[in-house]
């Protein structure tokens, strides 16, 4: 980092140059103490020496074919996630056949850069393959998803840190009263397809961590505080009940402009915690599109909501890990799920096109060492 890019993240939190003291939780954010070139350290072992875990989700394809984004990634992800290869799609050819090549390259990659692997996703409603809606009903729709996954956590026995059981069940829009989406899992199997999951994952696989995935559940608006209470209540009842559950991840494809430090979700952060989970910021990215086009301007906006939003979830301990969906803005998803109406590349991760680091990645290095140890 340049002695201008230093100036400007001084910037960024709304200090000079000079003064460069630490940002807390509670305060406005100060200026953050950005430091040299020197002190850029791998977020992976600034993450571990709090007792934490950093790490992206990635597909095969780019750490095959992009030799130093391969080399950043190893270096900066102690936890790596196939963004693609462990769906259904890619999983399942045929009704009758697995595919693991791309799942069994990745958990040999990671194996390779001493990552931890963890799995994505088993039971979700997106990302189905194409024979799935003719050949999958009520009849054989309970026996197919159990099938699906004894096979595919047996097949990660013992080599997986974490699986996502289930992601993405709530959606307020069909106007259930326990909010849970009219997925074809619910439709086919009912609302016990949750827990039937936990249990199939845990018998297949005792030694990895469950979780529940879900997306929306940080703005401070009614309807995430909806959502919030909607997935506490599954929670709890899945504790109560005995189902094998042991996290919850929080996905965090936030907005640069949006309010995501709110008392509402600071209780709801607790409350999960207080259930005896574990909690993992499990698809971090920023959003761009409604910042203005200077990409010196969205850079520290992002940054800031980076360093604001992590500042604020670490400062509960049952917060364990952090991963960004996808590394760099030369590859990720927001370009296509989110693009900018100007037509601008997005620039939602902590390393831009070039593979630079950008504010965002000293935003993120920066809450990660002020995280207390856990
Ligand atoms: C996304 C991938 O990043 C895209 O490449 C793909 O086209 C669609 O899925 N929530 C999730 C992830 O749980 O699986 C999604 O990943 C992003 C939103």
Same mark, same amino acid.
């Given at each position: 980092?340049?002695?201008?890019?230093?100036?400007?993240?001084?910037?960024?939190?709304?200090? $000079?140059?000079?003064?460069?003291?630490?940002?807390?939780?509670?305060?406005?954010?100060? $200026?953050?103490?950005?430091?040299?070139?020197?002190?850029?350290?791998?977020?992976?072992?600034?993450?571990?020496?709090?007792?934490?875990?950093?790490?992206?989700?990635?597909?095969?394809?780019?750490?095959?074919?992009?030799?130093?984004?391969?080399?950043?990634?190893?270096?900066?992800?102690?936890?790596?996630?196939?963004?693609?290869?462990?769906?259904?799609?890619?999983?399942?050819?045929?009704?009758?056949?697995?595919?693991?090549?791309?799942?069994?390259?990745?958990?040999?990659?990671?194996?390779?850069?001493?990552?931890?692997?963890?799995?994505?996703?088993?039971?979700?409603?997106?990302?189905?393959? @194409?024979?799935?809606?003719?050949?999958?009903?009520?009849?054989?729709?309970?026996?197919?998803?159990?099938?699906?996954?004894?096979?595919?956590?047996?097949?990660?026995?013992?080599?997986?840190?974490?699986?996502?059981?289930?992601?993405?069940?709530?959606?307020?829009?069909?106007?259930?009263?326990?909010?849970?989406?009219?997925?074809?899992?619910?439709?086919?199997?009912?609302?016990?397809?949750?827990?039937?999951?936990?249990?199939?994952?845990?018998?297949?696989?005792?030694?990895?961590?469950?979780?529940?995935?879900?997306?929306?559940?940080?703005?401070? $608006?009614?309807?995430?505080?909806?959502?919030?209470?909607?997935?506490?209540?599954?929670?709890?009842?899945?504790?109560?009940?005995?189902?094998?559950?042991?996290?919850?991840?929080?996905?965090?494809?936030?907005?640069?402009?949006?309010?995501?430090?709110?008392?509402?979700?600071?209780?709801?952060?607790?409350?999960? @915690?207080?259930?005896?989970?574990?909690?993992?910021?499990?698809?971090?990215?920023?959003?761009?599109?409604?910042?203005?086009?200077?990409?010196?301007?969205?850079?520290?906006?992002?940054?800031?909501?980076?360093?604001?939003?992590?500042?604020?979830?670490?400062?509960?301990?049952?917060?364990?890990?952090?991963?960004?969906?996808?590394?760099?803005?030369?590859?990720?998803?927001?370009?296509?799920?989110?693009?900018?109406?100007?037509?601008?590349?997005?620039?939602?991760?902590?390393?831009?096109?070039?593979?630079?680091?950008?504010?965002?990645?000293?935003?993120?290095?920066?809450?990660?060492?002020?995280?207390?140890?856990?």
């Amino acid at each position: 980092m340049n002695r201008r890019d230093w100036l400007k993240l001084a910037v960024i939190f709304g200090g $000079t140059a000079a003064v460069a003291s630490r940002a807390s939780f509670g305060s406005s954010v100060g $200026t953050l103490d950005v430091g040299t070139n020197a002190e850029l350290k791998a977020l992976r072992d600034v993450a571990a020496s709090r007792g934490l875990i950093f790490g992206a989700a990635i597909p095969k394809k780019n750490l095959l074919g992009d030799p130093l984004f391969s080399r950043l990634v190893s270096r900066q992800c102690g936890i790596l996630v196939p963004e693609l290869e462990l769906k259904w799609e890619a999983l399942r050819p045929a009704p009758d056949q697995f595919d693991f090549s791309g799942g069994d390259w990745l958990y040999q990659y990671a194996q390779t850069n001493r990552m931890l692997f963890r799995g994505h996703t088993l039971v979700w409603e997106a990302a189905l393959p @194409a024979w799935f809606a003719s050949a999958v009903n009520a009849r054989n729709g309970k026996s197919i998803l159990l099938d699906h996954i004894s096979t595919v956590v047996r097949h990660y026995a013992g080599k997986m840190h974490s699986w996502d059981v289930v992601n993405e069940a709530f959606g307020f829009e069909d106007g259930r009263p326990d909010g849970l989406k009219s997925t074809p899992w619910l439709r086919f199997i009912g609302p016990e397809y949750i827990e039937d999951a936990f249990h199939a994952a845990h018998e297949a696989d005792p030694a990895a961590a469950l979780f529940y995935n879900e997306n929306w559940l940080e703005p401070e $608006t009614d309807s995430s505080e909806k959502k919030r209470r909607a997935v506490l209540a599954l929670l709890t009842r899945l504790k109560a009940k005995g189902v094998p559950i042991h996290g919850l991840g929080i996905q965090s494809h936030i907005y640069a402009e949006g309010n995501v430090t709110g008392p509402n979700y600071w209780r709801f952060l607790q409350e999960v @915690a207080d259930l005896g989970l574990t909690i993992i910021i499990s698809e971090l990215d920023v959003r761009d599109k409604n910042l203005p086009a200077s990409t010196e301007v969205r850079d520290r906006v992002v940054a800031k909501q980076y360093y604001e939003y992590l500042s604020f979830v670490l400062k509960c301990t049952a917060v364990k890990a952090v991963l960004t969906w996808g590394l760099s803005d030369r590859y990720t998803w927001i370009a296509r799920s989110q693009p900018r109406s100007d037509g601008a590349p997005v620039r939602p991760l902590p390393y831009d096109p070039n593979l630079v680091p950008t504010a965002a990645r000293w935003a993120v290095q920066r809450a990660l060492e002020e995280a207390q140890a856990r």
